[in-house]
């Protein structure tokens, strides 16, 4: 017997987690959405570079009397955005200073909407996985868990720590079930 199909999947050990709660009904939404919020923060923390993070910070908070002017410099750092989440957050920064007015809060808007578009690439991962390992039914309930669990999860306070708008506030990892009086929360 195996211990379920989140041991073989092909990700890092915080999302094989998200995978192992959301497969289980002890696990309330909220409880899936802090370790989802876990998750997505890693993988930011790992894929954004700090110096490129430095050079939006920078263009967008300088001073500019002209939206195209901060179009252009933000068109002129398009090459240095690496592949996934850094060219998630550029693509959203970019569409974002053509609607709204540039600043630091648009750029932590489009790291957070960065972080959702990770997130949602991840729980189709994770789907497609359990669809391949165990039966259909299984899969969607996976998927109405995961988009459950995003659904509580704020990207927006995970852009606020990735972008050190508060660092003294990281989520540690997921408080684990242990005790007796640790079981499914009743209603």
Do not use: Y
């Not at 750092?77 to 569409?95: H, K, Q, W, Y």
């Not at 909407?113 to 669809?131: G, K, S, V, Y």
């Not at 039914?137 to 972008?163: I, K, N, P, Q």
């Amino acid at each position: 017997m195996s211990d379920g199909p989140h041991r073989s999947l092909p990700m890092r050990p915080a999302w094989r987690r998200v995978a192992h709660w959301a497969d289980r009904q002890a696990f309330a939404p909220d409880e899936v959405g802090e370790a989802l919020a876990v998750a997505v923060e890693q993988d930011c923390r790992q894929e954004l570079r700090p110096q490129f993070l430095a050079e939006l910070r920078r263009v967008v908070e300088e001073p500019s009397l002209f939206r195209e002017d901060t179009s252009a410099r933000l068109a002129a750092l398009n090459p240095t955005a690496g592949a996934g989440i850094e060219r998630s957050v550029m693509d959203r920064l970019c569409f974002l200073t053509e609607t709204e007015a540039p600043g630091f809060a648009t750029l932590q808007a489009a790291v957070a909407m960065a972080a959702q578009d990770c997130a949602n690439r991840r729980a189709r991962q994770i789907e497609e996985h359990f669809l391949r390992r165990t039966s259909s039914s299984r899969a969607r309930d996976m998927r109405g868990r995961l988009h459950a669990a995003a659904d509580v999860t704020s990207f927006a306070s995970v852009a606020a720590r990735v972008l050190g708008v508060d660092p003294h506030h990281r989520p540690a990892a997921p408080a684990k079930h242990t005790g007796l009086d640790d079981g499914v929360k009743l209603p």
